[in-house]
């Protein structure tokens, strides 16, 4: 899995990369009084680090509050941790990478034919989450079947007895899989967990390259400075988002290691591609807005999809939720806090 995360990464860079070369340009003003290349290639560095260590502290957070008891995943606190990063990938999707995704593909630098005829990036967000679903319940279907014939072979699947407390209290109405074995219903629920992880990590990297490289490819020092500050806030928030959906997932630690990593590096990685690129790499050029405005807009699809159907319905119709009114209300709080600090965010990055 990380090394097909690794590979679509790859080839997300490289299409970017080809296509913004040698393609003509939609011009801006670059006459800038603030614009100071060596003055800006020092602090592109700094926040490069600083960029990093904000989001390994933002998704490891969730991860290390493991150790606290009350944060344990039976508690009711884990339960509003999640509702609170779940609130955050839900606006990541709606109030970052969808408007972006509009803004590029109707950008006034593209031609009047056929991307001001069109609202292209509803269409393919609106597409990808189809897909999404499509992907969801066809793996879902796989791996009921394969699981179900382990059964038969009399083999016991043991997966995290931590999950068991959360999927295994009473009703397993949510996704219907009612018919399953109780233990192979448990397996699955820690398999979509693993799946939805892995998913959303997918959907959050190119919203993150993709800022780095506007700041890696600028030399507007009057922007810089508090274009990283916002960047801070936005990976640590992120990545809380992201680490409250590792910490459900209970990958081994080597695993968490990688996902922790592969988050992180990302938009430093995006700046450190912006500044090698920053002679040939144009923000405004049709091709880099097409190709982008077409990532962000699957991106969006997926990450509505998930956060919609994968993190909030599946808890607050599961057992847990549904079992108390209480709970139901705290988690709402969770979920308006998360998606409304993601939102401010959006202010800026
Ligand atoms: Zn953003």
């Excluded at 955050?88 to 001001?116: E, K, Q, Y």
Aim: glycine letters at 8%; hydrophobic letters at 50%; aromatic letters at 8%.
């Amino acid at each position: 899995m990380a090394s097909n995360l690794k590979m679509v990464s790859i080839f997300i860079i490289f299409t970017t990369f080809l296509c913004t070369k040698a393609m003509s340009q939609c011009e801006d003003a670059t006459n800038n009084p603030c614009n100071n290349k060596s003055k800006a290639l020092p602090l592109k560095i700094i926040g490069i680090a600083v960029i990093l260590t904000t989001s390994i502290i933002g998704v490891s957070l969730p991860l290390i509050t493991r150790s606290i008891p009350a944060l344990s995943p039976d508690r009711s606190l884990f339960v509003i941790v999640k509702a609170f990063a779940s609130g955050i990938i839900l606006a990541t999707g709606f109030m970052h990478v969808l408007p972006d995704s509009f803004d590029m593909l109707r950008s006034s630098c593209l031609a009047d034919n056929p991307w001001h005829k069109f609202p292209f990036a509803g269409f393919v967000a609106m597409l990808s989450a189809i897909f999404t679903l499509v992907v969801d319940s066809v793996a879902t279907s796989v791996y009921t079947m394969k699981n179900n014939s382990v059964a038969a072979d009399g083999d016991e699947v043991v997966f995290g007895d931590q999950v068991m407390a959360v999927a295994g209290g009473g009703g397993m109405h949510f996704h219907g899989h009612s018919h399953c074995q109780q233990k192979g219903a448990i397996g699955q629920q820690l398999l979509r967990y693993r799946v939805v992880a892995m998913v959303l990590e997918l959907g959050i990297i190119v919203h993150s390259i993709v800022i780095g490289l506007g700041v890696g490819a600028s030399n507007d020092v009057c922007t810089i400075k508090p274009l990283v500050a916002a960047l801070c806030f936005h990976q640590m928030f992120e990545g809380m988002g992201l680490g409250g959906c590792i910490l459900q997932a209970e990958y081994k630690t080597v695993k968490k290691v990688v996902m922790v990593f592969f988050f992180s590096i990302t938009t430093p990685f995006g700046i450190a591609l912006g500044i090698v690129l920053s002679k040939t790499y144009k923000e405004n050029s049709p091709s880099s807005l097409i190709t982008v405005g077409l990532l962000n807009a699957s991106s969006a699809g997926l990450l509505i999809y998930m956060a919609l159907v994968d993190l909030l319905a599946a808890d607050f119709m599961g057992p847990k939720l549904q079992g108390n009114i209480k709970l139901q209300i705290k988690s709402y709080f969770a979920v308006l806090l998360g998606a409304g600090g993601m939102s401010l965010m959006a202010k800026w990055a």
